[in-house]
Protein backbone atom coordinates (compact mmCIF):
# COMPACT_ATOMS: atom_id res chain seq x y z
CA UNK A 1 0.00 0.00 0.00
CA UNK A 2 1.58 2.85 -0.96
CA UNK A 3 1.60 6.40 0.79
CA UNK A 4 -1.01 7.69 -1.45
CA UNK A 5 -3.36 4.83 -0.75
CA UNK A 6 -2.86 5.59 2.74
CA UNK A 7 -3.55 9.30 1.90
CA UNK A 8 -6.33 8.84 0.28
CA UNK A 9 -8.03 6.24 3.24
CA UNK A 10 -7.52 8.74 5.51
CA UNK A 11 -9.82 11.30 3.04
CA UNK A 12 -12.31 8.83 2.41
CA UNK A 13 -12.88 8.65 6.23
CA UNK A 14 -12.62 12.22 7.28
CA UNK A 15 -14.92 12.78 4.11
CA UNK A 16 -17.19 10.03 5.74
CA UNK A 17 -16.67 11.91 9.10
CA UNK A 18 -17.45 14.80 7.91
CA UNK A 19 -20.82 13.92 5.89
CA UNK A 20 -21.98 12.32 9.03
CA UNK A 21 -21.47 15.46 10.84
CA UNK A 22 -23.30 17.80 8.24
CA UNK A 23 -26.18 15.06 8.65
CA UNK A 24 -26.31 15.80 12.18
CA UNK A 25 -26.54 19.05 11.76
CA UNK A 26 -29.08 19.45 9.48
CA UNK A 27 -31.11 17.05 11.23
CA UNK A 28 -30.53 19.70 14.84
CA UNK A 29 -31.28 22.30 12.52
CA UNK A 30 -34.74 20.96 10.88
CA UNK A 31 -35.69 20.16 14.53
CA UNK A 32 -35.46 23.35 16.12
CA UNK A 33 -36.81 24.52 12.85
CA UNK A 34 -40.17 23.26 13.85
CA UNK A 35 -39.46 24.08 17.20
CA UNK A 36 -39.33 27.72 16.52
CA UNK A 37 -42.49 27.12 13.86
CA UNK A 38 -44.82 25.75 16.66
CA UNK A 39 -44.02 28.05 19.27
CA UNK A 40 -44.48 30.87 16.60
CA UNK A 41 -48.06 29.04 16.31
CA UNK A 42 -48.57 28.85 20.27
CA UNK A 43 -47.24 32.83 20.66
CA UNK A 44 -49.92 33.92 17.60
CA UNK A 45 -52.74 31.89 19.26
CA UNK A 46 -51.93 33.09 22.24
CA UNK A 47 -51.53 36.99 20.76
CA UNK A 48 -55.16 36.02 19.29
CA UNK A 49 -56.72 34.89 23.04
CA UNK A 50 -55.42 37.99 25.37
CA UNK A 51 -56.93 40.21 21.82
CA UNK A 52 -60.22 38.88 22.35
CA UNK A 53 -60.17 39.25 25.66
CA UNK A 54 -58.84 42.77 25.72
CA UNK A 55 -61.95 43.45 23.66
CA UNK A 56 -64.01 41.75 25.89
CA UNK A 57 -62.60 43.21 28.72
CA UNK A 58 -63.10 46.70 26.94
CA UNK A 59 -66.93 46.24 25.79
CA UNK A 60 -67.80 44.91 29.54
CA UNK A 61 -66.27 48.04 31.24
CA UNK A 62 -68.19 50.03 28.43
CA UNK A 63 -71.11 48.27 29.90
CA UNK A 64 -70.45 49.29 33.47
CA UNK A 65 -69.70 52.92 32.51
CA UNK A 66 -72.75 52.79 31.08
CA UNK A 67 -74.79 50.77 33.79
CA UNK A 68 -73.64 53.43 36.80
CA UNK A 69 -73.49 56.68 34.46
CA UNK A 70 -69.54 56.77 34.63
CA UNK A 71 -68.20 59.63 32.88
CA UNK A 72 -67.49 62.97 32.47
CA UNK A 73 -69.51 65.36 34.57
CA UNK A 74 -72.10 62.59 35.32
CA UNK A 75 -75.03 63.26 38.27
CA UNK A 76 -74.62 59.39 38.76
CA UNK A 77 -71.04 59.08 39.44
CA UNK A 78 -72.15 61.17 43.04
CA UNK A 79 -75.17 58.73 43.58
CA UNK A 80 -72.66 55.76 43.60
CA UNK A 81 -70.07 57.58 45.60
CA UNK A 82 -72.99 57.94 48.42
CA UNK A 83 -73.93 54.75 48.09
CA UNK A 84 -70.51 53.26 49.02
CA UNK A 85 -70.12 55.99 51.90
CA UNK A 86 -73.71 54.92 53.44
CA UNK A 87 -72.72 51.24 52.71
CA UNK A 88 -69.39 51.68 54.64
CA UNK A 89 -70.88 53.52 57.08
CA UNK A 90 -74.15 50.82 57.40
CA UNK A 91 -71.02 48.15 58.32
CA UNK A 92 -69.40 49.83 60.81
CA UNK A 93 -72.35 50.69 62.59
CA UNK A 94 -73.40 47.16 62.34
CA UNK A 95 -70.45 45.91 63.63
CA UNK A 96 -70.53 48.42 66.48
CA UNK A 97 -73.99 46.89 67.10
CA UNK A 98 -72.81 43.64 66.82
CA UNK A 99 -70.29 43.72 69.54
CA UNK A 100 -71.88 45.34 72.28
CA UNK A 101 -74.70 43.24 71.84
CA UNK A 102 -72.39 40.71 71.97
CA UNK A 103 -72.07 42.37 75.33
CA UNK A 104 -67.81 42.95 75.39
CA UNK A 105 -68.34 46.03 76.99
CA UNK A 106 -67.59 48.47 73.79
CA UNK A 107 -69.90 50.99 74.08
CA UNK A 108 -71.08 53.33 70.71
CA UNK A 109 -69.44 56.46 70.25
Given at each position: ?16 DL ?36 G ?45 W????V??A
Amino acid sequence: MSSEDTYESQNDQRLDDLHAKIRTLRGITTDINDDVERQNLMLDDTDNSFSSFGGALAQTSQRARQAFGLGNGSLRTGRVVVIVVCFLVGVYVASKVFWWWRGDGVQLA
